[in-house]
């Protein structure tokens, strides 16, 4: 079993920035690729942002592109997401998710991630 647990979030004002933190626990490696995901109001979980356990290769929705930066320290079982010139539409619970299935590549299908966080409210106000 593998605990994650975000932190980070807030209100904050269009063309802010904020950095959302995900800590994992539960075993002593905790081996797997990493994703953000976030949902809005009355809308679907949507893939944010992945990144790769072995070499630190990232993934984007181009919605974020150029705005959002997944980073990861493996030693300390935790994942960033440094989020920049923030708008109204970034509005959203933000999840994090693990896939630990060893997959060679990074996957945007919410089914794809064994754990999940219970997540983090951000919001951007106009």
């Known amino acids: 079993q593998v605990q994650l647990v975000e932190s980070g979030g807030g209100l904050v004002q269009a063309g802010g920035s904020m950095t959302l933190s995900c800590s994992a626990s539960?075993?002593?490696?905790?081996?797997?690729?990493m994703a953000w995901f976030r949902q809005a109001p009355g809308k679907e979980r949507k893939f944010v942002a992945a990144i790769s356990w072995n070499d630190g290769s990232t993934l984007y929705a181009d919605s974020v592109k150029g705005r959002f930066t997944i980073s990861r320290d493996n030693a300390k079982n935790t994942v960033w997401m440094q989020m920049h010139n923030l708008k109204p539409e970034d509005t959203a619970v933000y999840y994090c998710?693990?896939?630990?299935?060893?997959?060679?590549?990074?996957?945007?299908?919410?089914?794809?991630?064994?754990?999940w966080g219970l997540g983090t409210q951000v919001t951007v106000s106009s």
């Open positions: 539960g075993r002593a490696v905790i081996a797997g690729n």
């Open positions: 998710a693990i896939d630990l299935k060893y997959a060679p590549s990074l996957f945007i299908e919410f089914d794809a991630y064994d754990y």
